[in-house]
């Protein structure tokens, strides 16, 4: 993989591009692969865990907000900055977010956010998605990694996994 100085410096929501830009793109990544599977429409909810480093200080960094924005299909490097404590007290409010902005899914935070201070054995940023429908049946599941400079690993992906 090439790598140039644009893919280094990355703009992002927080403090942090691993806690952040990778878990921003990791939801939209795992969001993504509802669609392609035509799940989407089957989502009733999602559960979110982190895990390690993100887990330990993810709130403080802006983990929580990045993945509720990913999840809705925003991007680090074009996400509208005004839009977001708007769209976050919605989601908050409401009790759901929209998967891509099309699927309305139950989310609540405290339920569905979980922070573990466990590592999984990849790397210490790991993140695990997970979509049920509506009788609570799992229906996708994904770990990702961010393994630094907004850089992300999906564990399932061929060939030991893939960077995005």
């Known amino acids: 993989m090439t790598v140039s100085v644009f893919d280094l410096f990355k703009i992002g929501i ?22 392609e599977r035509d799940l989407l429409p089957r989502t009733a909810e999602v559960r979110v865990e982190l895990y ?7 709130k403080g960094h802006g983990s929580d907000k ?19 404590e708007p769209r976050l007290h919605q989601v908050r409010a409401e009790l759901q977010l929209h998967l891509l902005g099309k699927q309305p ?33 799992e229906l996708y599941a994904r770990t990702y990694y961010s393994v630094g400079g907004g850089f992300v690993v999906d564990e399932g992906a061929e060939a030991g996994g893939s960077a995005e």
Do not use: C, W
């Open 52 to 58: 390690g480093s993100l887990g330990a200080t993810g």
């Open 66 to 84: 990045a993945i509720m924005l990913g999840l809705e299909g925003e991007e680090p490097h074009s996400v509208d900055i005004e839009s977001i």
């Open 105 to 137: 899914v139950a989310f609540v935070e405290k339920q569905y956010l979980l922070f573990k201070r466990t590592s999984l054995p990849y790397h210490p940023n790991g993140m695990r998605f997970y979509a049920f429908d509506t009788n609570g049946e």
């Open 14 to 35: 927080g403090p942090s591009s691993s806690h952040t830009v990778g878990p921003m793109k990791a939801a939209r990544m795992f969001a993504q692969g509802l669609a």
